[in-house]
């Protein structure tokens, strides 16, 4: 099976009332463990790729283990670019084999974001490729993207028709309280389902996005912290209120954040249990196996994607 695009994966998880885990990949252990886990409950995946994942790893190292993964799982697999910030960067993930590309204007005056996000969608659709554009800024800290609180904004909801019918993007993130990175509270977790319910009035049928949306959870946090780290007040979005999203509008939930935190703790308690140990593949194992054990989580019991693949 080669890579797909969202189109039918979104279609059917908008009338299905779940949400495709989108998760963020930079290397071999994290694409076997998340793949693994769609694997075994048949689930449908997108797998993205940050421009930093991209400078580490190597756009055809990731491509090729993304492939192999297709070969392993015989799943339907998204490639997609995460937070492009230009055309040309989006431009080279099309060439390159991506089948999903993120414009992310966000940062832009509303006029300048829709030249943006066209240019890409013109190229995009050219080749066969979706798009992914942004309205509204998420705060908070992951890879190239640093947004302080006083720059991030709520996304408006009477701005999403004109832009999505001027741009002719696929799928549509938006800002409505979550934000990235492991900080992402300071008191009580808020999202604004307002928005989104006044987005998905608007836009129906149309498929959105929620970037920012990994639950730190704090098993992860607090065996970091037991083992050397130092990850004090990490919070994430609770996982009732993803599952909420993902009976709505919502069809597209990137995790990040729980990925890293699950891989960090596992290999920071294997250090702490063997400190003999200097074998790569001693520790690196757990870690995928956390990371798999997450993603199954998740797939079933957050994004209510199991068995649809």
């Known amino acids: 099976m080669p890579l797909v695009t969202t189109t039918e994966m979104f279609k059917k998880a908008y009338e299905g009332g779940y949400a495709i885990g989108a998760f963020n990949v930079n290397n071999m252990e994290i694409v076997q463990g998340i793949t693994e886990a769609a694997k075994e409950v048949n689930a449908p995946l997108i797998l993205q790729v940050s421009s930093g994942a991209r400078k580490y790893a190597k756009h055809t190292y990731l491509v090729k283990l993304v492939e192999a993964a297709i070969e392993e799982t015989g799943l339907p697999i998204c490639l997609h670019l995460d937070h492009g910030d230009s055309f040309e960067l989006c431009k080279s993930c099309i060439d390159g084999g991506f089948t999903s590309v ?49 720059d991030a904004a709520f996304t408006k909801p009477e701005e999403v028709e004109e832009f999505v019918s001027r741009t002719g993007v696929d799928s549509l993130a938006i800002a409505i309280g979550t934000s990235h990175g492991a900080y992402k509270f300071k008191g009580e977790a808020k999202l604004r389902f307002d928005i989104l319910e006044e987005v998905a009035r608007r836009l129906p049928g149309f498929p959105i996005v929620l970037h920012g949306a990994s639950s730190v959870i704090p098993e992860f946090v607090e065996k970091i912290n037991k083992y050397g780290g130092n990850m004090p007040g990490a919070k994430g979005v609770p996982e009732d209120m ?28 294997y250090f702490a249990q063997h ?31 199991a068995g649809k693949a």
């Open 102 to 150: 993120m414009i992310d204007g966000s940062h832009l005056p509303f006029e300048e974001n829709i030249k943006l996000t066209k240019q890409v969608v013109d190229y995009a659709h050219a080749h066969g490729v979706v798009v992914e554009g942004e309205l509204g800024r998420l705060a908070g800290i992951e890879d190239a993207v640093n947004v302080s609180e006083e």
């Open 242 to 269: 993803l599952r909420k999203a993902a009976q709505s509008a919502v069809c597209k939930i990137n995790i990040d954040s729980d990925l890293r935190l699950a891989m960090t703790a596992t290999i920071r308690e």
């Open 275 to 305: 400190p003999d140990h200097f074998d790569p593949r001693q520790y690196l194992g757990p870690a995928r196996q956390a990371i798999k054990d997450l993603v199954k989580h998740k797939l079933i019991h957050v994004l209510g994607c």
